[in-house]
């Protein structure tokens, strides 16, 4: 079975303060892929990252960060200098690399005020 | 073209109605995924089709009926709906096999 973890329900910053969003996931898959999507309040998923289990790189795309540690079962992910088009809800999602099926976390509100 | 499109972006249905949503892509995608999400709540899988083929229902009730008449197209027919199916439908798809889903906006059901 597998199992995502956001235990942050609900995020308020400041506009450009940073701040990290946890994932924490159980898998019993040995290969797997780790996501986050963002969605605003239109209501589209949009999707912002995708990492694979062997690849433990984290990576920089402009103000987003993602720290993947395979040790500790763990995905954050931060924005640094918020924005308040940042507002939205994230979700942390895993998925087998064999499989069809999306196990999503039940998602971080993230609310960045002027 | 990376865009997934719904239609209608709304819709208000009464329980002894029959509608369908709509869902197109022109990517080239040969999966296609209904999710079904309710209010502060994750997204859940409803079906995956694979080659136009049905490959995975997640034990929907048959109220839901989905259809993929070719492959760029993916409908959901509703009928005989409960209040409780009111939620956000979201269509997504993608490349057979690939990781990343593409995601449509969604339609806002009602159930009145």
């Known amino acids: 079975a597998q199992k995502v973890t956001q235990a942050q329900t609900e995020i308020s910053v400041v506009e450009k303060e940073d701040v990290t969003l946890d994932c924490v996931y159980e898998?019993?898959?040995?290969?797997?892929?780790l996501f986050w999507y963002k969605q605003p309040p239109s209501g589209e998923l949009v999707f912002l990252i995708r990492?694979?289990?062997?690849?433990?790189q984290n990576e920089i795309s402009g103000r987003y960060s993602w720290n993947f540690q395979k040790s500790t079962s763990s995905f954050n992910f931060t924005i640094t200098a918020s924005q308040v088009v940042d507002s939205a809800v994230y979700f942390c999602?895993?998925?087998?690399?064999?499989?069809?099926?999306?196990?999503f976390g039940e998602g971080t509100q993230l609310t960045v005020n002027p | 073209d990376t865009e997934v499109t719904q239609t209608p972006k709304h819709l208000v249905m009464g329980m002894t109605n029959k509608k369908s949503l709509k869902c197109e892509q022109h990517?080239?995608?040969?999966?296609m995924y209904w999710y079904k999400q309710k209010a502060k709540k994750p997204p859940e899988l409803m079906f995956v089709?694979?080659?136009?083929?049905?490959?995975i229902n997640e034990s929907v009730p048959s109220r839901f009926s989905p259809e993929c008449p070719n492959s760029s197209l993916l409908n959901l027919h509703l009928h005989a709906l409960q209040p409780e199916d009111s939620a956000l439908y979201l269509c997504?798809?993608?490349?057979?096999?690939?990781?990343?889903?593409?995601f449509g906006s969604g339609t806002q059901l009602s159930v009145l």
């Open positions: 990517m080239g995608h040969r999966a």
């Open positions: 997504a798809s993608s490349h057979i096999g690939r990781e990343k889903l593409f």
């Open positions: 990492r694979n289990s062997f690849d433990e």
């Open positions: 898998t019993r898959d040995t290969t797997y892929y």
């Open positions: 999602a895993l998925r087998a690399t064999s499989g069809s099926r999306l196990t």
């Open positions: 089709y694979s080659y136009e083929k049905l490959s």
